[in-house]
């Protein structure tokens, strides 16, 4: 689990593939609409990605998407093309993510930014408000999206492992390499995120980073000394002028053991203090 970088801060477990970055569902709906975000577990055993929409195999970026409470995302004509073509008569339970396979409609006890704005987009088309439970709208009122027919559907969807973004079809045609590097390349639209240096410095970023001996003795000066004393209480009062005693105790020792020694340097090489020439002195053999 990770931290987001967004204001609110919230702990969170899904990771953006494409910024490689911890991101919460406020975030999802916000700044990362159509990136490719699963757990960070998933990232860490598989982090390639295309961002693609598994339903036509075209940008995610090239009309408008929809994200799914299981965080996959798809255009939002491709879905309702591909819902639409269930029977009518076809349960709640039956609409599934075409990638995972689990339940498209959220719960309505569901309390998400992802599910709130699925439901809002849902809420526009007649087969997806009777799996909200909501009345049906006239032709006129609901929503019809308009799907590029010149764009080639796959004749059939094969689940895939929940951590994956891309659907094999084994009925699609020979390899093309142009296509393969246009996909490819989506890797590189992004800028590497170690390589921006954050404007504002990040706290969390360097609090395990080893402090100099200034920076602590700094710290601790400005708590010993540097608060108000009306924001101290009796005992952090009295601790205060004992360290300020003990301070100034051994200033002074410090200042006299300097002066012995130095006093004592100066008056070796003098002749005035040497006893041999004193006539008042009586030495022997000295």
Known sequence: MGLCKCPKRRVTNQFCFEHRVCVCENCMVTNHTICIVQSYLQWLQDSDYNSICELCSKELSSQDCIRLTCYHVFHWSCLDHFSRQLPPTTAPRGYTCPSCKSPLFPPSNLISPVADVLKEKLAGVN???????????????????????????????????????????????????????????????????????????????????????????????????????????????????????????????????????????????????DVRHNELVKTANL
């Open 127 to 273: 087969w997806a408000r009777a799996g909200l439970g909501l009345p049906l709208l006239s032709e006129e009122r609901e929503i019809k999206s308009t799907i590029n027919h010149n764009m080639s559907m796959p004749p059939r969807i094969t689940p895939s492992p929940a951590h994956s973004v891309v659907s094999v079809d084994e009925d699609i045609g020979a390899f093309n390499r142009a296509d393969s590097f246009q996909h490819s390349s989506n890797r590189r639209i992004f800028q590497d995120i170690r390589d921006i240096k954050p404007d504002v410095f990040d706290h969390d970023d360097n609090k395990y980073k080893r402090k100099p001996i200034s920076e602590l003795f700094g710290n601790w000066f400005k708590i010993t000394f540097g608060a108000p004393l009306r924001a101290r209480g009796r005992k952090s009062v009295c601790r205060r002028y004992c360290m300020l005693g003990a301070l100034v105790i051994f200033i002074i020792v410090m200042f006299f053991f300097v002066m012995s020694k130095l006093s004592r340097y100066s008056i070796d090489d003098d002749p005035n203090f």
